[in-house]
Nanobody, 122 residues
Framework: QVQLVESGGGLVQPGGSLKLSCTAS????????MRWHRQAPGKQREVVATISDGTITNYADSVKGRFAFSMDVARNTGYLQMNNLQPEDAAAYYCTADISPRRTWPSHRSYWGQGTQVTVAS
């Protein structure tokens, strides 16, 4: 009974900022990895940011220096701060996480959120 919920999407002008949140709830014992993906219509889904063990981050080249991934492990929540947004950043953003529920520890699986829309336009 694990659920991921994203929030924080919206409409911004080029150069603007948004902060996305991804919260895991339910029977969450440990989040090993959390990722942010994005997919625009007609384009391939891509991973834009990854955080491992709540601290170790990796970013796609296209967002390095503009996006920052952090995690509040006590709240099972990841945050993606997106700065200097450009039209090519517009997409549906999805959170995924590799989670071990307490009742099935140490087994784990990947969970997906429902997504949050980011629109960048003048």
């Amino acid at each position: 009974q694990v659920q991921l919920v994203e929030s924080g999407g919206g409409l911004v002008q080029p150069g603007g900022s948004l902060k996305l949140s991804c919260t895991a709830s339910g029977d969450v014992y440990r989040i090993q990895v959390m990722r942010w993906h994005r997919q625009a219509p007609g384009k391939q889904r891509e991973v834009v940011a990854t955080i491992s063990d709540g601290t170790i981050t990796n970013y796609a080249d296209s967002v390095k220096g503009r996006f920052a991934f952090s995690m509040d492990v006590a709240r099972n929540t990841g945050y993606l701060q997106m700065n200097n947004l450009q039209p090519e950043d517009a997409a549906a953003y999805y959170c995924t996480a590799d989670i071990s529920p307490r009742r099935t520890w140490p087994s784990h699986r990947s969970y997906w959120g429902q997504g949050t829309q980011v629109t960048v336009a003048s």
